[in-house]
């Protein structure tokens, strides 16, 4: 299965379609990633809330796929935001992972009412230096709270991972992440299955001969987006990893554009407390 790659700084390359595991039970997790990789999928995005970092690692060893083929993104817990915690924190996923390093860690949230993550930052850009982590990024940050660790001089984020699907759409963060060299991924891509229904996507998944989901992840991948949508179910995981091939043109990618109605499924960073 073809699925395209962005060279991060540092040269890892992050392949544009992965599996996310948030909602996935422990107990199921290791056999999901297993069925995934076996479909191809080379990219899969948990974070310690999660709580199935274990069954991750589990599934990577059970399906024969050698670690470094996989490209493993976890998270910084909120209640873990700090320098040495932050250095504890990473300990543990990859004590969790049985790994002894991730290709990217992510600060979770930025809880900017806190005002830590700049110190955290510091402990990632060690914890990189340190070869524990191949890439360092950052997920759920504002423009602000971007230019905020500039302005602190750390190093810039490879990734930033936002909400961002046809629902809501963000441009003016992601102008600022390509105006800075920052890759935007995009979570809950799919909106949760909402936006599914949508008379736009349903069109354009008739006319190409695909899935609605499909017709949105294409458009993702497209925009020049990495996304990583959760199933727990064999069939929706292949057709998700297989979008690559769809070719959209600019007035179907910005008939998809328009479906925005800045609606947030998930909590607002600015408020968010953990
Ligand atoms: P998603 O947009 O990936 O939607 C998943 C849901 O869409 C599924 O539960 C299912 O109902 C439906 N679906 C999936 N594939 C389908 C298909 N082929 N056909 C029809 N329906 C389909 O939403 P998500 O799970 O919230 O987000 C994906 C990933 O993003 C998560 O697993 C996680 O890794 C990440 N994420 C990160 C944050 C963050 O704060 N950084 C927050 C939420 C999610």
Known sequence: IDIPRIPLTGGVALPQVGLGVFQIPPGDTADIVRTALAA????????QMYRNEEGVGQGIRDSGVPREDVFVTTKLANDAHGHDNAITALEGSLQRLGTDYVDLYLIHWPLPAKDKFARTWEAFEELQRAGKTRAIGVSNFRPVDLDRLAEEGGAVPAVNQIELHPLFRQPEAERYHRAHGIVTEAWSPLAQGDVLGAEVLTDLAAKHGRTAAQIVLAWHVLRGRVVFPKSAHPDRIREN???????????ELAAIDGLDEGRRTGPDPATFQG
Not at 40 to 47: E, I, L
Not at 241 to 251: F, N, Y
Request: aromatic share 0%; glycine share 6%; net charge negative.
């Open 241 to 251: 990893l297989d979008v690559a091939d769809i070719e959209l043109d600019e007035a």
């Open 40 to 47: 191809g999928c080379r990219h899969v995005d948990t974070a």
